[in-house]
């Protein structure tokens, strides 16, 4: 069996984005605490890592893969008519600065012209999930499968030789995992942690 989720980093930028819930609507803005709608959708991915160029909506909806309505998954960016792009939450869920006047929120989805997943999801063929909780001084299968993955999904931030050995350095990288992705900070990955990562 075969199921798709979200890539961990457009998960955390759906994250990023719920903490600016409230913020005020500001033509041209991107943060970091006043957003126009592509602003809002450019920042959230900047502050879960992932590099690109603030560009409008209309030239936003073309960088990545195209989405039908019915494929979407959390972190997709959705225009539901030209001039205005907002990300999808989930369950029919969007977050938006929707205009001037307005404040960032979030809403049940209200239009679909196209949509666009920034980054791969990541896809689980008959997966062996990871049931032990890894730290320092952890060793084996389970750190590589860790390791690959935070290497697979986080480039700019995660370097880590696969030698199954959860030492400093992974401990470093999970640490910063946990701060964009806004879970407990503690080096530690156990439930909430694999979770966040698709394991």
Aim: hydrophobic share 40%; with cysteine.
């Amino acid at each position: 069996m075969t199921t798709v989720t979200a890539n961990p980093v457009a998960l955390a930028a759906l994250a990023q984005a719920k903490t600016r819930l409230g913020d005020q609507y500001v033509f041209g803005a991107a943060g970091p605490s006043t957003f126009d709608c592509s602003g809002l959708c450019y920042w959230a991915y900047r502050a879960a890592g992932h590099r690109w160029v603030r560009t409008d909506s209309a030239h936003m909806i073309q960088i990545g893969t195209p989405v039908q309505q019915s494929n979407l998954l959390p972190g997709d960016l959705i225009r539901p008519f030209v001039g205005h792009i907002f990300m999808y939450a989930g369950n029919g869920i969007v977050i938006e600065s929707p205009k001037p006047g307005m404040v960032v929120r979030t809403v049940k989805m209200y239009g679909f012209l196209d949509a666009t997943r920034i980054l791969p999801p990541v896809t689980h063929t008959d997966p062996v999930p990871i049931r032990a909780t890894m730290q320092l001084g952890s060793t084996g299968s389970q750190v590589r499968a860790l390791q690959t993955r935070l290497n697979t999904y986080y480039p700019l931030y995660s370097r880590l030789v696969v030698d199954g050995d959860f030492g400093p350095a992974t401990r470093s990288v999970v640490l910063q995992f946990q701060k964009r992705s806004r879970l407990v900070q503690d080096g530690i990955v156990g439930p909430a942690t694999l979770r966040a990562l698709g394991l």
